[in-house]
């Protein structure tokens, strides 16, 4: 199992999904997201991580996300 770390350093911008992690989880369970759909970033406390966007749609990242204490998602569509 790799190591798991993020940093919140982006303010969550006023468009894309923020869905609580709980919820993303479920859906990504069932294939609603995935990763040609579009992209995703670690979200906690009102920042989001940088980049091209996280392994977000991967069920092993999303418990690691979890236990990591990210909260939420900033989901963005294709």
Do not use: Q
């Not at 040609?36 to 979200?43: I, R």
């Not at 069920?59 to 900033?74: K, N, P, Q, S």
């Amino acid at each position: 199992m790799k190591d798991f770390s993020c940093e919140f350093v982006m303010d969550l911008p006023d468009y894309g999904d923020l869905i609580p992690i709980e919820e993303f989880k479920e859906c990504a369970e069932y294939g609603m997201f995935t990763d040609d759909d579009g992209n995703g970033h670690w979200a906690k406390d009102g920042k989001m991580t940088a980049g091209l966007g996280d392994d977000v749609c991967d069920l092993d990242e999303l418990d690691r996300a979890i236990d990591f204490g990210v909260t939420h998602v900033m989901w963005f569509n294709k």
